[in-house]
């Protein structure tokens, strides 16, 4: 793990993982069509753009905390990226009605991250579930009116 101001590099890890995987084709141990189709994941297009998103968010996002936590909150924002760019990523207003329930969504970063917030999870069968309006990955700007990362969530 790179140390804190240290960029990351992810293309050697995923090398090696390569040559893991053809050492292990050759030892029989595992069906080779499996771990074709994982080698082929491996070395595509997506799995590099991921990477280079990965290693980009890493190097820009201002977490001071342990390597690990800022580990997570990147990969997280790296799916929510991803999230963003298959056709969600422009504002949009989802009205959902308050209920005893909540709302039907976790989210994660925020002012203790120093990130923006986004929607990590939406609750099968909950409010947001049902309204169908926001997806995995959608970033919050602003709730009841208040825009920025500081939201209060006692809605």
Request: with cysteine; aromatic share 6%.
């Amino acid at each position: 793990m790179a140390a804190l101001g240290e960029p990351v590099r992810l293309e050697r890890d995923i090398c090696r993982a390569v040559e893991l995987l053809e050492k292990l084709q050759r030892s029989g141990e595992v069906p080779p069509q499996k771990l074709q189709v994982l080698q082929r994941v491996l070395q595509s297009e997506f799995c590099n753009a991921v990477r280079e998103v990965y290693e980009h968010v890493y190097e820009t996002v201002d977490i001071s905390s342990s390597p690990e936590v800022r580990a997570n909150a990147t990969a997280k924002a790296t799916v929510a990226a991803f999230a963003a760019s298959e056709g969600h990523s422009h504002p949009r207003v989802v009205e959902l009605p308050k209920t005893e329930e909540g709302l039907g969504f976790n989210i994660m970063g925020g002012k203790e991250q120093n990130s923006p917030i986004y929607i990590s999870r939406i609750i099968p069968g909950g409010i947001a579930d049902r309204h169908g309006g926001l997806k995995r990955g959608d970033q919050l700007l602003s709730v009841n009116g208040v825009v920025g990362i500081g939201f209060n969530f006692q809605l």
